[in-house]
Structure formats: structure tokens, C-alpha cells
């Protein structure tokens, strides 16, 4: 039971608040994909227990260590993809870190001593002296005031 004024203030929000729209839309994107990807694992699952099943119809226990030694292989070859991935994602990583990251630092660093260089050369050169002349122009008003007396 929404009001006309509710759906307004609701438009008017999501138009002045792009964020929120963005975060909304990449929240759905993360639900459907914990969907799918729970989806998919119920398929896996559901194909490993019905091919056991059709593998285990007799009862010989040569069948059921083959179909063991099987399983025990396939998870070998799926972990040893995963630890290929993780050696290239960390490559990926140290690379990025030592030819992308480390040059942005340097470089902000001289920017960062550029900068604290200018500061004092104004600050001797400019700044001092216009303090000096300031002080001094202070002193001869303060005298013709007192003089003027």
C-alpha cells in the first residue's frame, strides 16, 4: 500500500543517488550468481552420487576401490588446477607490485620532496621578505601616529 507520494520520493532518490542504483544492481548480479553456482554444484553432486550408485549394482570390493581410487584422482587433478591458478594469480600480483606499484611510489615520493623543496623556497624568498616589509611599514606608521600626538 504505497502511496503516489512514497513511489515520488522513491524516484527522486534513485535519481539523485546513482550509487545506490549501482549497488543495487551489483547486489542482484551476486545473487544470481550464488544461484547458479549453487545450481551447478547440485548437478555436480547429483551425477557423482547417481554414477556411484550405477558403478556399486555388485558387491565385489575390487569394483568399490577402483571407484575410490577414481574419485581420488579426479579431486588430485581439480586441486592441482586450482594450485596452477593460485601460482599464476600470485605472479599476476607480484608483477603488478614490482613494475606497476613500486614506480607510482617513487615517483609520488619525488613529487612529495618537489614539494616540500618549492614550499621552502618560497617561504625563505617570498614570504620572509614581505613579512620583513610588513613589520617594518607597521613600525613607521606606529611612529608618524605617535609623532602626530
Known sequence: MT?????EVSNVE?????QAD???????VSKKNIIIAIIIIIVVLTLIVLSTIFLLQSD???QIRDIFLIFMALESLI???ALVILIVQLATLINLLQNEIRPIINSTSETVNTLKG???FLSDNLAEPVIKINSFAAKIKRLFKTSKK
Open 3 to 7: 502511496s503516489k507520494f512514497d513511489l
Open 14 to 18: 534513485s535519481e539523485n543517488n546513482p
Open 22 to 28: 549501482q549497488e543495487n544492481l551489483s547486489e542482484k
Open 60 to 62: 565385489k570390493t575390487s
Open 79 to 81: 586441486i592441482g588446477v
Open 118 to 120: 618549492t614550499a621552502q
